[in-house]
């Protein structure tokens, strides 16, 4: 992209401001002048190249253009005649350099970059026009019939907008004016207004209102003009802007995004907390404090603050920014209604949104395919359920028991009132796991078919394991366990207090169970601490007191003992579906436990909801077999519809079809 600046005219109305430089070296502010703001904001655009004409005091503005040392490769082209021509000759003795698109602007023209930016995305030719603004006298004016621009001049009134000299031109609607401008100045048309020419041919050119409405888009004519300007500049220049972001990972389109927002003002940066981000995306890379110094680092970024939650209402409520940039990527999708919130706050007290496109980039995908793989390698993925609960307080854990349903928990998310809700975890059961090979819930599938399962999910996954780790069997055995898991990258292992052959909780005492002894778990928990080699992993003890019908103090003097031992973790369970002994439980270990994360398994007593296991003290809530007992039952009704109607279509009714399912899996995590 090529600018055309036209600096050709006397500035007669700004003396003595132009007795001894041209117009557009007039000073907005200390060091800033309107040509050497028009220069920088162009070169931040993007625009490569400007061709400068010039009318009085050549040299001087060409020396002053240099000294800038800006990034942009110039050309001047000096107008001899400058008192008695006007800038159609101007162009025409540049007419050389023009055979391309053209952003084409007077120089006098003081506009915001966001003006600039909107002009060099229209996708056909435009020129900036504003239907908020007053009709001027003796300013251009724009006549627009149908969404076309049909004249430009200062003649016209009748379906007319204020107008302002920035176009953006398209090659072949450029050529068309440029013939007709070549005309007119070979036939001696010199004094005229460029638009002049350009009124003959508007039915073979297609030019285009680009409405700014009340953005900073004026000429500088006289001194009231340039007073009016600068208040409007300094107005500009204190905006308060606000975007948030949830990445880790910075690439050039947030970059590019970055630099457009701080052209529109003071810009803030709110940074998603880990516990936001982790809700609907991905676990970060980098945790808050981190991508907070991150973006404080980034030229144009005033400041940095955390955004808790998805929805921006508390933020911009508090902030009160006059202006929100966001991507156009949340006009669709789960964030839809996150915007239209957004959209109801700004209007509440007068702030407006800015959408910028959304790149999509190929390279960017595979930046965040890059990620998704970090957060699936063992080392990254086996630290995440600590850090999750220091972030969240209360983790959920959904089971999960091949690869496929291991992708339906880390995919599944549900959004509402501007939050979103996703299992943090994947829970590895023992049941599930022996069910899924038509197995007894025994311990009779080995560790071996069982680490099977935990490669199958790290293959496909990321959220992080915890291991059903049945009575951990043997010390001896416990402790190379214990050490495997972690080299899978799996989170945590829970044992429960048992010995001998397993038989199911859900049995409670109609089975024969025996519950070991306090002394002899405690040490299999010590020998499970000392074998294992890093500090993230967590060896979480499950008491079977109230499921063998052993009372309430027998539950809690194991649970002390447990972790007087080195547990990380208490579970306690129960097979009655009335919560009350365990919230019991949970009101009495709090008393003298305040921090070591209380479990619970809520079949049973599937009534309670988070936010009350939340309140009483619990930190993590597994929900242990839903997909597998929700899988059998779909199953068999299948087979039995195909068996019933002796062929497929009246199963196909409920069936989801195959495109769909392998869809849901990836070609690389």
């Keep these: 992209m090529k600018a055309l600046i036209l600096n050709s005219g006397m500035g007669t109305r700004m003396a003595p401001l132009t007795d001894r430089q041209p117009k557009c070296l007039t000073e907005l502010s200390p060091g800033e002048t309107i040509l050497s703001r028009q220069l920088r904001q162009l070169a931040e655009a993007g625009v490569e190249e400007a061709v400068v004409t010039t009318g009085p005091f050549p040299g001087q503005l060409e020396e002053y253009c240099e000294s800038l040392n800006l990034p942009l490769r110039l050309a001047f082209v000096r107008n001899p005649d400058y008192r008695s021509t006007n800038y159609i000759y101007s162009i025409y003795l540049a007419r050389g350099y023009l055979e391309d698109d053209l952003l084409l602007l007077h120089g006098d023209l003081v506009f915001e970059s966001e003006v600039?930016?909107?002009?060099?995305?229209?996708?056909?030719?435009?020129?900036?026009?504003?239907?908020?603004?007053?009709?001027?006298?003796?300013?251009?004016?724009a006549v627009v019939r149908e969404g076309r621009v049909e004249k430009v001049g200062v003649e016209f009134f009748g379906h007319a907008q204020a107008a302002q000299p920035l176009y953006h031109l398209k090659k072949a609607d450029w050529l068309v004016w440029l013939d007709r401008i070549v005309r007119f100045c070979e036939e001696g048309q010199r004094s005229c207004y460029a638009e002049k020419a350009l009124n003959e041919v508007t039915d073979a050119c297609a030019l285009y209102p680009l409405d700014v409405r009340n953005m900073l888009c004026g000429e500088v004519d006289q001194p009231e003009?340039?007073?009016?300007?600068?208040?409007?500049?300094?107005e500009v220049e204190n905006r308060r802007v606000y975007m948030c972001f949830s990445s880790d990972m910075?690439?050039?389109?947030?970059?590019?995004?970055?630099?457009?927002?701080?052209?529109?003002?003071?810009?803030?940066v709110g940074v998603l907390s880990d516990a936001a981000v982790a809700s609907y995306r991905r676990f970060p890379l980098l945790p808050f404090e981190e991508r907070k110094t991150l973006f404080a680092s980034i030229k144009g970024v005033e400041r940095v603050v955390e955004q808790p939650e998805l929805s921006y209402r508390s933020t911009l409520l508090a902030l009160k920014p006059d202006i929100v940039v966001h991507g156009d990527d949340w006009r669709?999708?789960?964030?839809?209604?996150?915007?239209?919130?957004?959209?109801?706050?700004?209007?509440?007290?007068?702030?407006?949104?800015?959408e910028f496109p959304y790149s999509k980039d190929p390279r960017y995908q595979e930046l965040e395919r890059r990620s998704r793989a970090e957060l699936s390698l063992p080392d990254s993925r086996r630290g995440r359920l600590r850090r999750l609960l220091e972030l969240k307080g209360l983790v959920t854990a959904m089971e999960?028991?091949?690869?496929?349903?291991?992708?339906?928990?880390e995919n599944s998310v549900v959004h509402e009132a501007g939050k979103a809700y996703a299992f943090d975890a994947m829970w590895v059961s023992?049941?599930?796991?022996?069910?899924?090979?038509?197995?007894?819930?025994?311990?009779?599938?080995?560790?071996?078919?069982?680490?099977?399962?935990?490669?199958?999910?790290?293959?496909?996954?990321?959220?992080?394991?915890?291991?059903?780790?049945?009575?951990?069997?043997?010390?001896?055995?416990?402790v190379?366990?214990?050490?495997?898991?972690?080299?899978?990258?799996?989170?945590?292992?829970?044992?429960?207090?048992?010995?001998?052959?397993?038989?199911?909780?859900?049995?409670?005492?109609?089975?024969?169970?025996?519950?070991?002894?306090?002394?002899?778990?405690?040490?299999?928990?010590a020998a499970g601490k000392r074998a294992q080699k890093s500090a993230d992993?967590?060896?979480?003890?499950?008491?079977?007191?109230?499921?063998?019908?052993?009372?309430?103090?027998?539950?809690?003097?194991r649970a002390s003992a447990f972790v007087e031992a080195g547990a990380d973790g208490i579970m306690i369970h129960s097979r009655r579906r009335e919560p009350e002994e365990i919230f019991t439980f949970v009101e009495r270990f709090r008393r003298t436990d305040p921090g070591t994360p209380l479990v619970v398994v809520p079949t049973s007593f599937h009534a309670v909801t988070e936010e009350e296991f939340r309140r009483r003290g619990v930190n993590i809530v597994i929900y242990a077999n839903q997909l597998m007992r929700s899988q059998v039952p779909a199953m068999r009704r299948a087979a039995e519809s195909i068996l019933r109607h002796h062929r497929a279509l009246e199963a196909d009714g409920e069936l989801m079809p195959f495109g769909e399912i392998i869809r849901m899996i990836p070609d690389t995590l």
């Design 480 to 525: 190379y366990t214990v050490r495997s898991l972690e080299k899978l990258g799996v989170s945590a292992v829970i044992i429960e207090d048992k010995k001998g052959l397993k038989k199911n909780s859900l049995f409670g005492t109609e089975a024969a169970q025996v519950q070991d002894s306090i002394e002899n778990f405690s040490a299999k928990i």
């Design 537 to 557: 992993f967590m060896i979480i003890a499950r008491i079977e007191s109230l499921i063998l019908e052993r009372g309430m103090e027998d539950a809690l003097k």
């Design 250 to 268: 910075l690439h050039g389109g947030h970059m590019a995004i970055l630099r457009r927002a701080a052209g529109l003002g003071r810009l803030t």
């Design 400 to 409: 999960a028991h091949d690869g496929l349903s291991g992708l339906i928990v």
């Design 332 to 354: 669709q999708g789960f964030q839809k209604p996150l915007r239209e919130e957004t959209l109801d706050v700004l209007a509440s007290y007068g702030g407006r949104l800015v």
């Design 430 to 478: 023992s049941l599930c796991d022996s069910t899924a090979r038509g197995k007894p819930d025994m311990e009779l599938v080995d560790m071996t078919s069982r680490f099977r399962t935990i490669d199958d999910l790290t293959e496909v996954t990321t959220k992080p394991i915890i291991f059903d780790g049945d009575t951990g069997g043997l010390t001896e055995h416990f």
């Design 225 to 234: 003009d340039l007073a009016a300007v600068t208040a409007k500049l300094r």
């Design 116 to 141: 600039l930016r909107l002009s060099l995305e229209t996708e056909g030719s435009s020129v900036a026009v504003s239907s908020t603004a007053p009709l001027p006298e003796k300013d251009f004016k």
